[in-house]
Each structure stands twice: as C-alpha cells, then as structure tokens.
C-alpha cells in the first residue's frame, strides 16, 4: 500500500492544490447524477465540490491513505451514503464493484510509480463511453526543487537513508497518451501547463508536508526538520516552486 499521510498537516497547507482542482473539475461535464470516482481525494475539499455537484449522483472517495480517508470522511459527511470510502492503491486492481461514470482526479497519479498498470486500473472500473478527467505533476514540474531535494540528499547524515531517492514519476504528454491508448481509453488530450507558487510563510512547513513525506518515511524523526531545512536552504527568497501540471482528458470506448 501507499504510505500514509499527516491528513491534518497537509490540509493546511492544499490552497493550491484546492485552486487547481475546482479548474480541473470544471472540465468534467456533468448532469448531476452520475456516479463519480475522485482517485486520490487526499481530505476531502476538491470531493467536497465534487459532490455538491451530483445531487442525485453518488460519490467514490479513494485514497490510498487511512488518514486521507478519515480527513475526508469528516469533512464530507453531511452528504451522507451518496458518497463512498476507498482505501485502495492505484497502482492495483481497485475494490470498486460497480462501474463508475467518470474517475476524477487531481495531485496524484505522480506519486503512483506503474503508470500503466494506473491507466490499465483506472480503465477496468470505467463504464463505456465513461470519462477521466486528471491532472498530476507533469515532465519539468517543481524542478529547481527537485535539484534541492535530490542535493540535500546526497549530504551527510541524509545520503545514508535517501540518497538517490526519487518518489515522483513527472511524465510528459506523449507518453501518456501512448499508456492512456494502451490501457483501452480513447478521444485523448494531454498537454502541460506551467504555474508558480510563491510560499512567503513558513516555507519549511510547506515543503516538508507537501513534497518529503516520502523522504521523511526513510529518515529518522530527529533529522525530518534539518532535511526540510536543508532542502529550503537552497531556494532563493522567496520560495517560488514552479509548478508543472500535466493534465489528461480521455474516455472508454461507448458501448
């Protein structure tokens, strides 16, 4: 499975994340009934605009984190039974019985390392005529970032848990929509788009939240804060990750 998540911490920190969702959601035509899987639906506030927009529809709210879960559980119980908990992995077969209308889905298929298999999951608990609407890191995303986290990483006493370490999988358009064809899915659109995020506060927080969870699960507990500080100290002030977002539009074969 996936590992697990500080739920609240990152819920403090998603502003962005949140911003770029509601436009992603946006691009995903809907009549309000339908049954709509959100793939990595992380505390529940892009699901949360999901859901309000299917009134008669129902929700599937899948995270590979416990915590992700709970966090959204919460924060989307006043729709009651039309929404659906998943702990599942998407790089695996999905526990998903009935086939859904659409599978949504925003800051997550970057963290999934079989991008194949993703599509090829994703693809199977898909309806005919069914849509996918995403959008993820995509090839040159946060790379002046990158290039700090992978030299802090390299330094002592860092390189003997991280070392080389690299979660993320940045893929481009071409390729995915090769894997997007090759996992059954049809009417393909992938293209980039590049934004920035200026953090003026608490720079170390956000960072360690949001990108080292990863790397923070290798090191011991006494050397999350210098990593994170190590990592900050090779931005320039202020912190500015430049953003690269990769996003998909594709639909299953109609019946």
């Known amino acids: 499975m996936p590992r697990d998540w500080d739920a609240r911490s990152y819920d403090r920190v998603a502003d962005p994340m949140t911003r770029w969702g509601q436009a992603v959601l946006d691009r995903l035509p809907l009549a309000g009934d339908e049954r709509v899987m959100d793939a990595g639906c992380g505390t529940g506030r892009v699901t949360e605009l999901l859901a ?3 009134p008669r529809g129902r929700v599937v709210a899948l995270d590979g984190s416990p915590a992700m879960i709970e966090a959204a559980r ?12 998943v702990v599942a992995d998407l790089g695996r077969p999905l526990p998903v019985a009935e086939l859904v209308d659409a599978v949504f889905s925003t ?6 390392p079989d991008h194949d298999g993703l599509f090829q999951n994703l693809a199977a608990v898909t309806r005919p005529g069914g849509r996918l609407v995403a959008q993820c890191g995509g090839r040159g995303n946060v790379a002046g970032w990158v290039r700090a986290v992978q030299t802090a990483a390299a330094t002592e006493p860092f390189a003997a848990h991280v070392a080389g370490f690299t979660p993320w999988n940045f893929y481009g358009p071409e390729e995915t929509e090769e894997r997007l064809g090759a996992a059954g899915f049809e009417q393909i659109d992938c293209w980039l788009e590049e934004m920035a995020v ?7 927080n956000y960072v360690s939240v949001v990108g080292l969870a990863a790397h923070n699960e290798r090191l011991p507990a006494e ?10 100290e090779a931005f320039e002030k202020p912190v500015e990750l430049r953003y690269v977002r990769l ?3 594709a639909s299953r074969p109609g019946e």
């Open 52 to 54: 309000e927009r299917l």
């Open 74 to 85: 919460g924060r989307l119980e006043r729709f009651g039974e039309r929404v659906e908990y």
């Open 107 to 112: 800051a997550t298929f970057h963290w999934v």
């Open 198 to 204: 200026v953090i003026p506060d608490d720079p170390m």
């Open 223 to 232: 050397l999350h804060e210098p990593f994170s500080a190590a990592v900050v």
């Open 247 to 249: 996003n998909i539009d």
